[in-house]
């Protein structure tokens, strides 16, 4: 029993596109290829659709386009689809999520996923019913289980807790399944492909039959999907895997005993990220139809990387880095910058705004007469650059990328309508600490160092008076990233936190600090998610809330 | 069976204070006030908590907050408490959305909810375990049906579609309930008390039993709640109503038959609209912990509402209008503008922006030689404004309203970190048309009219180039609206809205400008929900996507 599995990249909503991809991945391998075609979850539409869903013509035209794509592929081996359909009850959820069987020319059945995860970034009870009992196909004798995605997840052996009272994989093993195909629209996180791993080999082994495991590639929005789609023979050892970060195709036969075509992969966090970040930038720009991105060049870690990270993802030629010099800005943080570009080889313009800041104070000179100065004018000079940037960026159809880490928009050290400014926040889910590991991991690459060992000696600063450094508001970044850790990625609060024997005093400044950020998150723009638990579509905080846990400290 | 009602403002995460509130309208009424004292949903916690819910301790205090507020209520009628508790079972989500029951001094009981919304602004299936079986209270030989919000809407004669499998109602009246206790917290939208007392009506004569609805007031970020607790008798009479858009309690015998305290309410959509805009932008500033707000005055149509809003919400000494000319700006932008602050009474200050757009020209004069001008300059000058306001807000510390509306929010007609600048869109979900119509409304309530009748007759203009109307590039506001209605509130594709009899070129442009707007939206502030389809929490759609109904027009 040979399976070709289709790795692929769809644009989410680009039904023509999407369904091409699959025509071409099915057709190049020709009509003997394999005896079933497997493609991953929702591989028509795109994971995630989100309220594209809720538009019933979508879905309608999605399933013409399924019956089109089945005509043009009658001759080549049966296609599991990716796909949607209506659900035809007057009661419950209005759509189910499917794998459709391409086969013979038509639509021939559809496979229902029964576990819909709610939770994170996921809300696919928004959207559908789940599927009753079994999903088993049965292809030349062989009772292949079909599961999508979630219905994986949920094994009582590998969890503390389960989050569903069926185990789709149970039953489909009851029903008599020889082999476990799993769909999967799976979003990368650090670590996340060494768990699943761990938890599909554990599943073949206890069954005791071979698991194919397919999943998604590329970035959508704010979410990063990495492939590695994968087999495991009924001893539950890995026999192939595809690449990562990437489209690509796998061939396999299901009952085959022995390793045959696993790509090489390196766990370590610092590469994870890093292809995550490179793929999930590419990917918004071209899915948005930009070509060339511009970025704000402070000479600080921060932006450097994100530099480096959007010259990796688009072409050197395609990055442009603005230099914005205050009063207030180092002599390093202009030489620092010139350095990174020039190491990079991206182009750079230097659009010095002291005269602009004049302007502004002359304007407001009345109102505030008398007053001294304070956060406001530091957050001026930020949204004057702020400024400058989308005028380059509307001015040339330039995308603007916003260089801000986790830490700060956690905190809010970080300016609204300012330096949060852009269409895609590449560090949105990086602590500062693990930014520099990634800038030193980077350097350590190529046969020279592409950003200045001054950037990583230097204090973090936003220059915006002088002599400013983050830790003259901030405790340092270490520190600030256990405790953000535990609150954000953990939710414990200030008090568990205490109880594990950080200061008070820090620890509850701090949770006030990531409450009243709440309404700069609101607006941030889009991040790249690589941990569990990013600010974005998955961080669903009310911003108008009272105390429950904050004057611990005070 | 005596029931007294308490229809609170909870603050979301305020545990002491929305158990103070409690307290206090227990105690205010005295210990031989009721049989049965009822709050609303999750009145403990305030709704929505969201993702406060994931956090483990806040659950837990919440419950140590319960407790004492039981041994603190000892000797008074037993209370009903909106709350949620931990699942204590392995399997399944981590909570259950709960009425507490508070009794002789501890939590006697707990009653579950069984219907979990998740669709529009709802997530309950994110946090929350359905509870099985019929939920009943024997209080003094009465059994009460207790049900909690979305329980009670899914009775298969009132609606086309169901969307849960089980009638919580229906097991209720079963099992032998002599009343529905129903406790809730329902947000606002316009025309919605009219349904939900019909549906409320239908049930309690269909079962031929009473039915008691508590609910929430008050405003909690985007969502505001209007309150309006009610009562029928067994013949679905309407016969006690509580005040629209505050607090209020009310005491009802539910074996009363006749009317007895309906509060008198104007379900006019301009009455009802303004209502929950001045309530929400109250409850905005006030649970952030603001007094005073500011507005970019521009002498239109929506700037001109927003503070008229602001002045009824906060008082009119708290409301500042900043008037921002530039060369392009008309003359009745000025003196329509200050004519509208003198019949609110608000103060105003003139910040001409001439000097700083100049600033600007010059810093970017070589990057842009020989190139024309464009919307970079159109959205400069928007950004110098967003700019501005936002030093006086950090300055004085007084919250920006923004004053986009619906439709423009819809097609994009806003500046990303210009117009759209604030912390609150007051207008976000209120569509141009309904502007002028809650305008028009506003000028005939008092004796003088607010807004001068010049910014009626004149035609909308942002006036960021000399003669430039909003018509120039959008179709009227009428059939503008009318689109919008059926794409975004219908989620009808441009296909079907071109077959309603709608100019394609029109319908596809107008299809093409809500998606290319996506990416703006996703970065505006939150806005107050008044339909059944906002944006914001609820409107939850991909940024990045192909085409798949948008080239018809072309």
Known sequence: MRLLLLQLNPIVGDLPGNAGKIRDGVTSAGPGSADLIVTSELALLGYPPRDLLLFRDYIGRSLEVAGTLAEDLKGYPPVLLGGAQPNPSPIGRPLFNVALLLHQGKIARSFGKTLLPTYDVFDEDRYFEPAQGPQILDLKGVKLGISICEDIWNDADFWKRKRYHSDPVQ????????????????????????????MLSGI????????????????????????????????????????????????????????????????????????????????????????????????????????????????????????????????????????????????????????????????????FSGLPRD????????????????????????LLLSTGNKSEMAVGYCTLYGDMNGALTVL?????????????????????????????????SAELRPGQTDQDTLPPYDLLDEILHYHIEQHESPAEIVARGYDPGVVYRVAQLVKAAEFKRKQAPPGIKVTDRAFGTGWRMPIATGEWDLNGGT
Chains 1, 2 share one sequence.
């Open 375 to 398: 956060i406001t004018e530091e957050n001026l000079q930020a949204r004057i650059r702020g400024t400058l940037l989308m005028a380059l960026s509307n001015k040339f159809g330039t």
């Open 171 to 198: 039953e489909l093993v009851r029903a008599g399944a020889r082999c476990l195909i799993n769909i999967s629209a799976s979003p990368f996180t650090e670590g996340k492909q060494q768990l699943r791993e761990r």
């Open 428 to 460: 949105a889910d990086v602590p500062k600490t693990m930014v520099y590991r990634i800038a030193r991991w980077r350097n350590a690459m190529g046969s020279n160092p592409i950003i200045p060992e001054t950037v990583f000696l230097k204090a973090p």
């Open 204 to 367: 073949a082994r206890k069954h005791g039959i071979p698991l194919v495991y397919v999943n998604q590639a590329g970035g959508n929005d704010d979410l990063v999907f990495d492939g590695r789609s994968c087999a495991f023979n009924a001893s539950g050892d890995l026999i192939a895997r595809a690449a990562p970060f990437r489209e690509d195709s796998l061939a396999i036969d299901i009952f085959q005993d022995t390793p045959a075509g696993i790509h090489p992969d390196d766990f370590s966090p610092e590469s994870e990220i890093w292809n995550a970040l490179v793929l999930g930038t590419r990917d918004y720009l071209r899915k948005t139809g930009f070509q060339k991105a511009l970025i704000g060049l402070s000479g600080g870690i921060d932006s450097s990387l994100v530099a480096a990270v959007a010259a990796e993802a688009l072409g050197r030629e395609n990055v442009l880095g603005v230099l914005m010099p205050s009063p207030y800005s180092s002599e390093g943080s202009v030489t620092d910058a010139r350095a990174l570009a020039g190491n990079l080889g991206i182009r750079t313009i230097t659009l010095p705004i002291t005269v602009i800041m004049d302007s502004f104070d002359a304007a407001l000179r009345e109102e």
